[in-house]
């Protein structure tokens, strides 16, 4: 039986791929690295922990890291962060799970101080039961952590609960974590590279979720 439904934030429910990307690109513009912006791009959905040492040496992770990303968190707050617009009916998809008896659940590779404005772009406030951040994590996707403290939050085993995510590091964290993962094209991924990463069902975006809701995993489970 599935009790919950825990969310991926970026990508999933709100349209921000393109800005964390931008914000990260400029970052390491700033710091004498010129990344190509498509290799950021594929990189979006890893918290600065995993997104960083794909391009740079380890050693320089370990001096600059922090300081890089507390100037990409200033630079997004400052010039991407108003920019942000939810998906069409994400508010309706979590009532219809609500209604259905389920619980929802939010596992974000941000901070936690970004996600209460995350969740107002998303106009999901007072519709989320538990959320978790890069702060309850020790590593951030694609390791399965926040998925984890997740189920903590929601005092569940594995086996009753679904994420929905819109990259192959989702699925790979929520497999690692022992969960089904229902992919989302609205990020940008392919559905191909879903696929492959482990997602059961793929749907084009929260509406098209919504509008299958009965014949989903979600309803029939």
């Keep these: 039986m599935i009790a919950a439904v825990i969310f991926d934030m970026d990508g999933t429910l709100i349209d921000s791929v ?18 190509d912006y498509a290799s950021i791009r594929a990189q979006i959905g890893k918290g600065g922990d995993q997104l960083m040492p794909v391009f740079l040496p380890d050693e320089e992770v370990e001096r600059v890291g922090p300081k890089m990303e507390r100037f990409r968190k200033d630079l997004f707050k400052r010039d991407y962060l108003a920019k942000i617009r939810g ?25 936690q101080d970004e996600l209460a404005a995350f969740e107002k772009a998303a106009g999901i406030e007072g519709l989320v039961s538990e ?7 020790e590593r951030s996707k694609p390791f399965p952590d926040i998925f984890q403290a997740a189920l903590q939050r929601l005092s569940l085993p594995a086996d009753q609960a679904v994420v929905i995510g819109d990259s192959p590091h989702d699925a790979a964290a929520a497999r690692a974590a022992g969960m089904a993962i229902i992919g989302v094209r609205c990020g940008g991924f392919a559905e191909a590279d879903l696929r492959k990463a482990g997602c059961v069902e793929i749907y084009q975006d929260p509406q098209d979720l919504l509008r299958n809701y009965d014949r989903s995993l979600l309803g029939r489970g």
């Design 87 to 111: 998906f069409p009916e994400v508010p309706d998809l979590f009532r219809r799970i609500l209604a259905d008896g389920k619980r929802t659940a939010i596992a974000s590779s941000a901070k």
């Design 18 to 35: 393109d800005l964390h990307a931008a914000s990260w690109q400029r970052t390491f513009a700033q710091f004498d690295h010129q990344i």
């Design 131 to 137: 959320e978790t951040s890069s702060d309850d994590a």
